[in-house]
């Protein structure tokens, strides 16, 4: 008899401590996210009430480079990366057998050209340097704002992102392309008026102050398939808690603090 109120007692106390649990605060999934300091952080940032909310605890961990994010992804220290463009992100998945998969493009960040010697266009000079970053996915887009604004053809037939500078089949003003600098280098490259002109994107420019519908002397158009995106391993391309994390990036409301925020030099997208 005396074990039998034994077993009553221990059942007992495991309900009450089961109700206590319950009574308690709802479980919450830590998701861990490697993204670029701006905008990318800022925007996971300003998304972090909206998500708690949702039972999701959103850690951020920066990266200054377009190499070291897609590296933490693979390894599994981070469950997903915000940072990178679709064609970077297709080629880093070529180049380094990368099983990812886009569960989003969010954002485009305009590719702009800058330039403190020159003030329009038309007073492009033969033979002007023009420095672009060494990243072989970014030079379609560049090339794509010259071929805008008529001042080089490149070959027909061959798309945006995967032109190079071979492509030029007219050159008019001898335009110079440079592409050996680091991204993370541009805007030090402008600074310091080591060419005629500079291609910089949005996020780097922004960093230094520079709003690039503003001061940009030419800026890519918003059709751009450059759009920046959030990449998971494939395994978990339908895990849950990613997927909501998406769908609150998308939310009109966000979009809308987006376009506020940096005055129209972050594009919103809902891809």
């Known amino acids: 008899m005396k074990k039998f109120g034994f077993v009553i007692l221990v059942l007992s106390c495991f309900l009450l401590l089961s109700a206590c649990t319950s009574s308690g605060a709802e479980k919450t999934d830590k998701v861990k996210i490697g993204a670029s300091p701006t905008p990318h952080a800022e925007i996971l940032e300003h998304i972090k009430p909206e998500l708690k909310k949702k039972g999701i605890e959103l850690e951020i961990v920066k990266f200054d480079d377009y190499v070291l994010p897609n590296k933490a992804l693979e ?28 569960i989003g493009a969010i954002h485009l960040e305009p590719m702009g ?31 794509n704002i010259f071929v805008k604004n008529k001042l080089i053809k490149i070959k027909s037939g061959i798309a945006i992102d995967k032109a190079t500078f071979d492509d030029i089949t007219e050159n008019p003003k001898n335009l110079v392309f440079e592409h ?42 918003n059709d751009s398939p450059y759009v920046n995106i959030v990449a998971v391993k494939s395994s978990d ?14 939310e009109p409301k966000v979009q809308k603090w987006i376009e506020k925020k940096w005055g129209g030099s972050i594009v919103p997208v809902n891809e």
């Open 75 to 102: 390894n599994g220290d981070i469950d997903a990366n915000y940072f990178s463009t679709v064609p970077y992100f297709n080629l880093q998945k070529k180049e380094n057998g990368y099983k990812f998969s886009n």
């Open 113 to 143: 050209i800058y330039s403190h010697k020159i003030k329009k266009v038309s007073d492009i000079p033969n033979g002007a340097k023009v420095i672009v970053s060494n990243v072989p996915s970014e030079w379609g887009r560049v090339l």
């Open 180 to 221: 050996s600098v680091d991204p993370t280098l541009l805007t030090s490259a402008y600074e310091n008026n080591e060419g005629d002109l500079v291609a910089i994107n949005s996020n780097f420019a922004y960093e230094k102050g520079l709003n690039p519908v503003k001061d940009s002397l030419m800026i890519e158009q």
């Open 237 to 250: 391309k339908n895990n849950e808690d990613l997927k909501k994390i998406v769908e609150v990036l998308h």
